[in-house]
């Protein structure tokens, strides 16, 4: 009796996981698959026909939007890298006692929702708004600078909705970090900066790798922040597929596009993860 | 310069090897933390000196200050006052990545990212040693700790003895001029500490480097060093040799903490010549070496070793410390027999009898026995 519940017990554990996913994952994305494989339009209903020409036709259309979006993917997340790296280290190495007051402190803000968020970005760099009036009025930027609607202002805003998911799990791996592993490096004749590049750094690795993960997937099929601070010419493919779907309801075009976005991603995270996340790496770093 | 000072009070004993300049010195250092606003004194005023070659070690209870006092040899702590030397070179203010000396650490704090080779080769690198001398320095210390056939092992894929082989070879390799060990053996199953302790007495001694060696296990102090310091509370209670250290503890704590010792307290009734005869009971007595500080009326705190004292149901003849005791516990330990004999007035006094002959057991528990022992086998405490 006790046998037998011991090996149900895995299953069992993983049972509600496994029957969420099933609901919510597995069957809304055989549906979209094979949506996107349907041809016709909304009035007279579709019908399945194998029809790839969603994906030629979605790709030919939209390719601008798709390589924009992976750029902006990949600038938001060197940016979040960047800053994130920092607050990670002083946090961990520096946070003392209080550390899980500067956890909660950086967590804070996204209490408030996404899109509330992103709107108050939006109110703060309005053309007149907090930063720029003041600015404009003291005769320090030019009438016309603007900041909504550029490229930059998506990036830093997709910088900005996604940091915690960088931070943390850097903040992990290097919280993980045995002090005296460091010590030992100055015992042995490294000076502060080369323990940083020799010891730290690489140990800190598989966290940056996990913070990557964790916001370049979001922040590539992400459309809030284009719709909210991109203006016109700044749509992301994610800004598309919402537009297909809610407005124009072409849900063929709509889905091809993202299994389209899903393919590209999982390519770019295996190569990724190929480069990155084996642990010969870590000691090519570490010469 | 061959005095060692030791803390107050402290006994003073000459250094075995007789250099110019001490290689380690602490001059009067004093370590205070401030935790929860509150002033905590790890290290206390600690002064000592440690000689080229010297198999020396720190050897104390758990919080004496033992791993500080290290750390600041080390460079990892600043010491609240006095002053650090290496090699008659102050340094105090030097960081730890600026001193000739190497640290293995209690943990080992091997690198879990670099395999073994590259573990070892870490400091070399450091130094900029040319490529080929790293490759041989290497391989030949891979050798001197038995890994060779290993150098492409991640720490986390070896045993403990393993990885404690690894940290040393990594400090060994670089041929400092001091080497500090923080119980290094503290995570080995006995055998293996055993052997350990024997490898690194010969690396020592193949090597004539300096050890600096932080236990808690004082039989390992006893066996490996040529000088201990004994410390208690953030200060040196005893600094001398093993010898000295066992057979003549200079304080209570010194000698309840070094093996087994009968600690026993009386008033000295009259000197007769250089001996002192201490009456504990109407056919008890303790005689005891009187070195002109003991005067009749006194009251005498002294330690007895238990294999130095004689156990037998016979009252025994002689210039002897008499005491009569039952015996309340009798345990046979191979080489050994271990006795618990409790006197008129309730002390316990432990006595250990070798089983030279035949394993015979002198008195069984419930039985009236008499222990003796020579006069200057008792040994008055300060
Ligand atoms: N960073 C610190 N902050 C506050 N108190 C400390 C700190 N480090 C050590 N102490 C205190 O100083 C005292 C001495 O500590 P130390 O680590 O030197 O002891 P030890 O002799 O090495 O003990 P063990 O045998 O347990 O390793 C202890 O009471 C300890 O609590
Ligand atoms: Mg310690």
Known sequence: MSRLRASLTPYLLLFPGTLWLAIFFVIPTVVMLSLSLQSGDVVNGYAFTFNWHSYVDGISTYHDQIIRSLVYGLFSTLIQIVIGFPVAYWIAFKGGSRKSVYLFLLLLPFLVSFVLRTISWQFFLSDNGMLLGPLKSMGLVPQDFHILATSAAVIGGLAYNFLPFMILPMYVALERIDPRVLEAAQDLYASKVQTFLRVVLPLSLPGVFAGVLMTFVPATSDYVNASVLGGTSNTMIGNVIQNQFLINQDYPTASALSFTLMALLLVGIFAYARALGTEDVLEVAAR | MTEIQAGPGAAVAAAPVSGDVPAIELDNVVKEYVSH????????????????????????PSGCGKTTSMRMIAGFEDPTQGVVRLHGEDVTNVPPNKRDINMVFQSYALFPHMNVWDNVAFGLKRKKVPDTEIKRRVGEILEVVDLVGREKRRPKEMSGGQQQRVALARALVNRPRALLLDEPLGALDLKLRQAMQIELKRIQREVGLTFVYVTHDQSEALTMSDRIAVMHDGLVEQLADPREIYERPASKFVAGFIGTSNLLSGTVQQVTGDTAVLALGASDRILIPADGALAAGATVDLTVRPEKIKIAKDQ???????????????????????????????????????????????????????????????????
């Open chain 2, 37 to 60: 606003g509150e002033v905590v004194q790890a290290v206390k005023g600690v002064s000592l000196a440690i000689a080229e070659g010297e198999f020396f070690s720190l050897l104390g």
């Open chain 2, 316 to 382: 025994p003849e002689g210039d002897l410390s008499v005491v009569r005791g039952t015996v309340a516990e009798v345990v046979y330990l191979g080489t050994y027999n271990s006795y618990v004999v409790v006197l008129g007035d309730g002390a316990e006094i432990t006595v250990f009898e070798q089983n030279a002959h035949d394993s015979t057991i002198t008195a069984e528990r419930g039985d009236t026995v008499w222990l003796s022992w020579q006069p200057w086998h008792s040994y008055a405490l300060r």
